[in-house]
């Protein structure tokens, strides 16, 4: 029984798991986003936040911060707090203007007028997006919610 824990204790680090090891001490970039992303990951949102809320005053200007920013409103939208994860993504987007998150800020923006039963602000941003990201992974889906507004509305 002993051997086989130890064992598997030593093939997490050659499987990818999780190790306790020196990499993972609190105070480094890497270990404090993965901190932060893991509560995000298992639904903790609020204590997510919390997490990316140090990880932004303990790491000024790195390049992080603009995927911290995004999953906080994330957190907010998944805690269903609507209002809030508006004016964050609107932030995200302000702030973060080149990020490769904006086309999925924006359709989160457009889900929640879409549940909001604002049809015509859905398509309009909907419409603008595929405007401006015509490549973007979501694409196929904003036409798609375009659509369902279109029928919604009638």
């Given at each position: 029984?002993?051997g ?12 990818g798991?999780p190790s306790?090891g ?5 105070g ?9 992303y893991?509560?995000?990951r298992?639904?903790q949102?609020q204590?997510?936040i919390?997490?990316f809320?140090?990880f932004v ?14 999953l906080?409103a ?12 508006i004016?964050?993504?609107e ?11 904006i086309?999925d800020a ?5 889900e929640?007028l ?5 049809y015509d ?7 603008e997006?595929l405007?401006?990201h ?7 889906e ?8 279109c029928?919604?509305?009638?």
């Amino acid at each position: 029984m002993v051997g086989t824990l130890l064992r598997v204790l030593l093939l997490l680090p050659l499987l990818g798991l999780p190790s306790f090891g020196p990499d993972q001490d609190s105070g480094s970039e890497a270990g404090d986003y993965q901190v932060a992303y893991g509560l995000f990951r298992d639904g903790q949102y609020q204590l997510a936040i919390d997490e990316f809320s140090c990880f932004v005053q303990s790491y000024p200007g790195r390049a992080r911060r603009a995927d911290v920013a995004y999953l906080g409103a994330e957190c907010l939208l998944n805690m269903g707090r609507e209002a809030a994860a508006i004016q964050s993504f609107e932030a995200f987007t302000k702030a973060y203007p080149r990020s490769v998150l904006i086309p999925d800020a924006h359709f989160r923006d457009g889900e929640i007028l879409y549940r909001q039963r604002k049809y015509d602000s859905t398509i309009r941003l909907f419409t603008e997006v595929l405007e401006r990201h015509p490549q973007a992974e979501l694409a196929g889906e904003e036409a798609y919610w375009i659509g369902e507004s279109c029928c919604k509305k009638e």
